[in-house]
């Protein structure tokens, strides 16, 4: 990180690049004294999960638009910490800062800022603070100060509150942050106990509760304001000496806790008792078994390295730990997309836990699960007589898209879904997980396609009236993804129906009498999986995105200045939907998932999508990336991996004050590992196909493997070790690998 950055853009964006979460609790990264008046912030702290309900609004609804939404809260604010000497408040923008550095500790789990500070009168400090919120109790966060005198002998006054006077943030002028509805969060209670103090609030809709606990190791004077509630303590130092203290905060939410002040004061009983060097001790440990399977080695190039590392363990403080949370677009460091869950966890986010942590893995699959009833209930207010229909946006399972054509013509979304929960079983081989839960989620959602799609007079199965993965492309027939995705889906759905008949009998009646499954019906699954229309163009020998797409008139790349991407910001929606444009990968994203295609198709499809696709979306330059390395391109798979890599560490879309783009950092995982290392889950296996960088000595990247840790190294070699016995594929060719094996791969390049 900059070591001096104040400007007041610069730091919104390092308030999310330096937000403190676990997947429970999210903390923006604020300056716990706060800024001037004149500076903007967003002053933020998230609970997974805990939303408002809101009305949507429209110019002109229709049958099936969703009449309400959630949004998620910006809960009370515990980070103020103000410290005052000789009547001086610290203060980075006042006196002079001799030294300023921040960084994310992503091996041992804090935020740390360290200042050097002379203040107006000549007084000489330094401060060290730390943040951190722990993986081992999801509820708590700690910050922890460290004051040393250069030259002051005297007092420090510690200023310490809960700030209960807060807003969401809104931008009326941007369609991916929320433009209403900031005040939604209000006071129920406050109290000072003997040890801590705390502070209730209410949702004015939902009637969700949440609450802050604060303590801390010093002893501290409380008082109750009308919003806030305030402590203070009077500390000595001496010049040369320094003095140190810890605030610690839990929330609780009426989600997950049944008595938020009765559970509150008692983790924060135990977490003082324990004292923060066991916290810090909790955290380590917990990120070295992390880090263990997740870890990834650049030889080379160290910032690659890093920023790469940065990014995976964003993913690991973002993801939902329970379940009754996912994982945001924004994890919980911003307020982009009001908190909604996509089918960013599905396809960008998931990959990574089934590799490295299919644990947390399979808690993202149980939530769309535990939220099938509103997906089924959604599916019969847009007039389909049975199924589930995902949703495009939700936090509690309910759709919250106001745009159907970006939004609820997304059927691929149910395919996406589907698809993960395919990719897990063949990882794993967990057919428990599909008998108790997944297929019911296949099945569920598979019968969808049945409905939107028919059979045409040459047998043919046709989807029409979707939207595919590209949303500068609304509302066509038989768009590629949807269509290739689908058939998967359906032809899935029916080997599962066989294989849970074989195997588990009296389960599968189970789920014949539970979902009223008939064989004419998995027969129809089975006919349209089987026909399922792919467009192709024989000319230009590539599978067309949709029936349509070539008859579009050509986008002006040539004369539309940088200045007006993205797109969807500054032209209607129909202009861009009449034009050849993409906004993210599709038909390249299905080749890339379903590898269902020739290599020479493969490769004029990439060439001819790449130059119409102007990566508006984060979710595209890493799949442009794989697939260069798909293609054999590594300089050009190189190039995306940048972009991917550095999006919001240089705030490349200029929307990185909102929160990081966390399917995007999930991308850049799988830029190196599906993309470099080739790695595909097929029906045969695990399968690598490897290729890097010219530039770079050595890659390495781990996996956990049906409870193996393979770590695989591309240098000079091939280099595999495990510590189980395992069998994988090397282009295509099977290896049974009981310690370790070493091969040449550079035939192909």
């Known amino acids: 990180m900059n070591n001096f950055r104040l400007e007041s853009k610069e730091l919104l964006v390092d308030e999310s690049l330096l937000y403190t979460?676990?997947?429970?609790?999210?903390?923006?990264?604020?300056f716990e004294e706060g800024y001037p008046e004149s500076y903007s912030t967003v002053r933020g702290a998230y609970i997974a999960s805990f939303y408002e309900t809101i009305d949507v609004e429209y110019g002109e609804s229709a049958h099936g638009f969703p009449k309400t939404a959630q949004k998620l809260i910006n809960v009370f604010d515990p980070q103020s910490i103000k410290i005052e000497i000789d009547g001086e408040q610290f203060s980075l923008f006042q006196g002079e800062v001799l030294n300023f550095h921040r960084e994310m500790n992503i091996e041992k789990g804090y935020s740390l800022r360290d200042v050097e500070w002379v203040s107006p009168k000549g007084h000489h400090l330094k401060l060290e603070i730390k943040r951190m919120t722990s993986f081992e109790t999801l509820e708590l966060m700690l910050i922890d100060y460290t004051v040393t005198s250069v030259n002051y002998s005297g007092m420090i006054r510690v200023n310490s509150s809960i700030e209960g006077d807060v807003s969401n943030y809104t931008n009326a002028d941007d369609p991916r942050v929320a433009s209403k509805h900031a005040k939604v969060l209000?006071?129920?209670?406050?109290?000072?106990?003997?040890?801590?103090?705390?502070?209730?609030?209410?949702?004015n809709r939902s009637k969700l509760k949440m609450a802050v606990t604060m303590a801390h190791d010093i002893t501290m004077d409380y008082k109750i304001l009308d919003k806030s509630i305030e402590?203070?303590?009077?500390?000595?130092?001496?010049?040369?000496?320094?003095?140190?203290?810890?605030?610690?905060?839990?929330?609780?939410?009426?989600?997950?806790?049944?008595?938020l002040s009765g559970q509150g004061k008692r983790i924060i009983q135990n977490?003082?008792?324990?004292?923060?060097?066991?916290?810090?001790?909790?955290?380590?440990?917990?990120?070295?078994?992390?880090?263990?399977?997740?870890?990834?080695?650049?030889?080379?190039?160290?910032?690659?390295?890093?920023?790469?590392?940065?990014n995976i363990y964003q993913l690991l403080a973002s993801v939902g730990k329970d379940i009754h949370s996912n994982i945001s677009a924004k994890g919980l460091s911003g307020e982009g997309y009001e908190g909604?869950?996509?089918?960013?966890?599905?396809?960008?986010?998931?990959?990574?836990?089934?590799?490295?942590?299919?644990?947390?893995?399979?808690?993202?699959?149980?939530?769309?699960?535990?939220?099938?009833?509103?997906?089924?209930?959604?599916?019969?207010?847009?007039?389909?007589?049975?199924?589930?229909?995902?949703?495009w946006r939700t936090i509690s399972g309910s759709e919250c898209s106001a745009y159907f054509p970006g939004g609820s013509a997304q059927y691929?979304?149910?395919?996406?879904?589907?698809?993960?929960?395919?990719?897990?079983?063949?990882?794993?081989?967990?057919?428990?997980?599909?008998?108790?839960?997944?297929?019911?989620?296949?099945?569920?959602?598979?019968?969808?396609?049945?409905?939107?799609?028919?059979?045409n007079d040459q047998g043919q199965f046709f989807i029409t009236g979707v939207t595919g993965p590209d949303e500068y492309t609304a509302i066509?027939?038989?768009?590629?993804?949807?269509?290739?995705?689908?058939?998967?889906?359906?032809?899935?759905?029916?080997?599962?129906?066989?294989?849970?008949?074989?195997?588990?009998?009296?389960?599968?009646?189970?789920?014949?009498?539970?979902?009223?499954?008939?064989?004419?019906?998995?027969?129809?699954?089975?006919?349209?999986?089987?026909?399922?229309?792919?467009?192709?163009?024989?000319?230009?020998?590539?599978?067309?995105?949709?029936?349509?797409?070539?008859?579009?008139?050509?986008?002006?790349?040539?004369?539309?200045?940088?200045?007006?991407?993205?797109?969807?910001?500054?032209?209607?929606?129909?202009?861009?939907?009449?034009?050849?444009?993409?906004?993210?990968?599709?038909?390249?994203?299905?080749?890339f998932l379903l590898d269902n295609a020739p290599d020479n198709v493969i490769q004029n499809s990439y060439y001819y999508y790449e130059k119409l696709t102007t990566h508006d979306?984060?979710?595209?330059?890493?799949?442009?990336?794989?697939?260069?390395?798909?293609?054999?391109?590594?300089?050009?798979?190189?190039?995306?991996?940048?972009?991917?890599?550095?999006?919001?560490?240089?705030?490349?879309?200029?929307?990185?004050?909102?929160?990081?783009?966390?399917?995007?950092?999930?991308?850049?995982?799988?830029?190196?590992?599906?993309?470099?290392?080739?790695?595909?889950?097929?029906?045969?296996?695990?399968?690598?196909?490897?290729?890097?960088?010219?530039?770079?000595?050595?890659?390495?990247?781990?996996?956990?493997?049906?409870?193996?840790?393979?770590?695989?190294?591309?240098?000079?070699?091939?280099?595999?070790?495990?510590?189980?016995?395992?069998?994988?594929?090397?282009?295509?060719?099977?290896?049974?690998?009981?310690?370790?094996?070493?091969?040449?791969?550079?035939?192909?390049?």
Request: a negative charge; hydrophobic letters at 35%; charged letters at 20%.
């Open 21 to 30: 979460g676990n997947g429970y609790i999210g903390v923006r990264g604020n």
């Open 186 to 203: 209000s006071i129920a209670e406050k109290e000072i106990g003997d040890q801590s103090v705390f502070m209730a609030g209410v949702t």
């Open 231 to 259: 402590g203070h303590a009077q500390l000595q130092i001496s010049e040369g000496a320094s003095v140190t203290f810890a605030k610690y905060i839990v929330y609780t939410d009426s989600i997950r806790h049944s008595n």
């Open 271 to 310: 977490a003082v008792m324990k004292g923060k060097e066991y916290w810090y001790a909790a955290q380590k440990k917990y990120l070295d078994n992390f880090w263990k399977y997740a870890k990834v080695d650049v030889e080379g190039e160290g910032d690659v390295e890093n920023s790469l590392n940065y």
């Open 340 to 391: 909604h869950y996509f089918w960013d966890t599905e396809i960008y986010i998931i990959p990574f836990f089934t590799l490295a942590n299919p644990t947390i893995a399979k808690n993202l699959l149980m939530f769309r699960y535990n939220t099938l009833p509103y997906a089924k209930e959604e599916a019969l207010i847009m007039g389909h007589t049975k199924g589930a229909k995902i949703p």
């Open 412 to 455: 691929h979304i149910n395919a996406d879904v589907a698809y993960s929960n395919i990719q897990y079983y063949l990882y794993t081989l967990d057919l428990d997980y599909i008998c108790d839960y997944g297929y019911e989620i296949l099945y569920e959602t598979a019968r969808l396609w049945l409905e939107i799609g028919h059979f």
């Open 476 to 591: 066509v027939n038989n768009n590629y993804y949807t269509n290739a995705m689908a058939g998967y889906h359906l032809q899935w759905t029916v080997k599962f129906s066989q294989l849970l008949k074989e195997r588990y009998p009296s389960s599968w009646e189970e789920l014949v009498n539970k979902l009223q499954i008939t064989e004419n019906e998995i027969n129809s699954m089975d006919r349209a999986g089987q026909r399922m229309f792919l467009p192709y163009s024989d000319e230009l020998g590539i599978n067309l995105q949709d029936d349509g797409f070539l008859n579009k008139k050509e986008w002006d790349f040539e004369n539309v200045p940088k200045e007006k991407y993205p797109l969807v910001l500054n032209y209607h929606p129909l202009i861009i939907y009449s034009h050849k444009v993409l906004k993210q990968a599709d038909t390249v994203l299905c080749h």
């Open 617 to 749: 979306s984060s979710l595209s330059p890493c799949v442009h990336s794989i697939m260069a390395s798909r293609i054999n391109n590594p300089e050009k798979a190189y190039h995306y991996l940048m972009d991917t890599l550095r999006l919001d560490l240089d705030n490349l879309h200029g929307n990185t004050k909102d929160g990081l783009h966390i399917a995007n950092a999930g991308g850049a995982y799988m830029a190196i590992v599906y993309g470099f290392g080739g790695l595909r889950i097929k029906e045969d296996g695990l399968h690598l196909r490897p290729t890097k960088p010219p530039h770079w000595s050595k890659l390495t990247f781990r996996l956990n493997f049906r409870g193996a840790l393979v770590k695989v190294t591309l240098g000079d070699q091939l280099l595999i070790e495990t510590d189980q016995p395992i069998d994988i594929l090397i282009d295509n060719k099977e290896y049974h690998i009981e310690n370790r094996m070493e091969t040449n791969y550079h035939e192909r390049n």
